[in-house]
């Protein structure tokens, strides 16, 4: 038993003896981006501590502001975020004494060692609390139909438009009408490799179901289906003029829009 006991008091100094021979490292302290960049190419990553007080600063700015009545909603605007109304979302804010502003993000980070808009996301939460999510979301709605009363002949982008079921169950028909009725010339080169061949209509679809600017491409896989470029291509250009459109919509507003439609080839 006493052998035991010299035994694991034994161990015991020596564990201690271990620790306390470790180097103790004095951490040099990065308070944003700019210095942790500039400290990094002077020192070992685990030699600089991160304290990020530019975020806690914003942060707590956000919360003053807020107690001294001084609100402002961002708007974030990049990849992913296509709001449109920036002076109808002021006007209609107005009235409850909150400024806007816009904010442009980006989807490359300076750093994931730092938080980025920590004021800007703040204050947003400051005010959604507030005000509620539902009050922000009809201002959004609202401010986005005064923009397209206000721009009657601006042109959108699809991906701006209403997504609903019967439009892409038109989509879906069309196409599928058109590839059903398709016939591949005799000596047509079919699909070998890992890409389709393809033509493809561009166009603006108008309010009143016209269209305008249509171009139509062909690009082919298999060189030796070059031959019949003009024909295909010709094909999908009758097929797309004959067709009765149903102009977009934004909003629930009929809009002109970009539209695109193609055919993939087996």
């Known amino acids: 038993m006493a052998i035991r006991k010299l035994i694991f008091t034994l161990l015991s100094l020596s564990l201690l003896v271990a620790c306390s021979e470790q180097p103790k490292i004095n951490k040099i302290i990065a308070h944003d981006y700019s210095e942790y960049y500039v400290l990094a190419k002077k020192y070992q990553l685990n030699e600089i501590e991160i304290i990020d007080t530019v975020c806690i600063n914003a942060t707590q700015r956000a919360l003053k502001d807020v107690k001294q009545g001084k609100y402002t909603y961002h708007q974030f605007s990049g990849l992913g975020n296509r709001n449109k109304g920036f002076d109808e979302w002021a006007t209609l804010f107005k009235p409850f004494n909150i400024k806007t502003k816009s904010v442009l993000t980006s989807c490359i980070g300076f750093s994931d060692q730092f938080e980025e808009y ?54 879906i028909s069309l196409n599928k009408a058109y590839e059903d009725s ?45 031959k019949y470029k003009k024909l295909f291509t010709k094909q999908l250009k009758e097929f797309v003029l004959n067709q009765k459109w149903e102009a977009a919509t934004s909003y629930g507003y009929p809009v002109h829009s970009e539209m695109y439609f193609s055919m993939f080839y087996r």
């Open 118 to 171: 920590c004021y800007e996301i703040k204050m947003n939460e400051l005010i959604i609390d507030k005000f509620g999510v539902c009050f922000i979301d009809s201002i959004k709605v609202e401010a986005e139909k005064l923009y397209i009363l206000k721009h009657p002949d601006k042109v959108y982008d699809y991906f701006d438009c209403d997504r609903n079921t019967k439009q892409s169950e038109r989509l």
């Open 182 to 226: 398709f016939v591949y010339p005799e000596d047509y080169k079919f699909k070998s490799g890992e890409y389709f061949s393809f033509t493809s209509a561009d166009f603006i679809l108008l309010k009143d179901g016209s269209i305008k600017d249509l171009e139509v491409y062909t690009e082919f896989q298999d060189e030796a289906n070059n």
